[in-house]
């Protein structure tokens, strides 16, 4: 199970930030069907694998922050034995677990509170915590309707504009991302969910700076959501994700580069506010 969630935060089959967190947290817990001698293999084989759940993707500030602390908190807690150590690595997954979820639903009912009947959004990428609000506003009795850029060269776009085509009261509408612009001025906020936000600076799904920038030209506020925890004060220092070529070209590029960040850094001037479950923040 472990080798497998590797494999998928990798490929980025899971999208959202705080669903890779949750899943890798998860995944940790395949340690107690395993065997140790001793309390110490056990703690090294914790360690093993939270460190190749972190380095599938070093761009997540979640997924590196909830790994650390799984492994510190067992550690420090000193088990008696593998018993004790598989038990309290238990105990601190699920706290953890409920912890990311019940932040992620609590950003997203404040974002949600302020979603207006009738408005226009756009919105970039797959964020779980912005399909949550949206989702939310609209059963409260809120319509909407909703831009949502592809997010290429892995598209996911498409696949948060799927889900929102299954929520009665929103109206999807699909557009590649270099439209923005031309859609931007029918549109009353933009709404984004975030990886994490470090000493000024936004960093999310590549495309988010454009769109971000688009936006203020024309004068459509920009508003972040996410968990509080990924505004991030001290201890985190954020390295970009460079993937494959592959899912740009698929044609031999000998004889040019091919760049494919996974993120890009918004400055937070740029942003409206942040909406997090510990209130609102304005820039």
Known sequence: MIDETVAEIADMQTHSSSVVAVKAARALLALSDREYPTVAEYLRALEQNSDALRRANISHASLQTTQREVVERVTDGDPESVAAAKLLTEDVVTEIVERVEQAKRRAAERAAGRLGDGETVFTHDYSSTVLAALRTAVAGGTDLTVYCSEARPRFLGRKMTRALAAIDGIEPHLTVDGACGTFLSECDR????????????LYNRVGTYPLAATAADVGVPVHVVGAASKVVESGFVFENEHRSISEVIRE??????????????????LVEDVTTDDGIREF
């Open 190 to 201: 933009v709404l984004v969910g975030m990886d994490c936000i470090v000493d000024g600076t």
């Open 252 to 269: 031999p590029s000998d004889d040019f580069v091919v760049e494919n960040p996974a993120y890009d850094a918004t400055p937070v001037r």
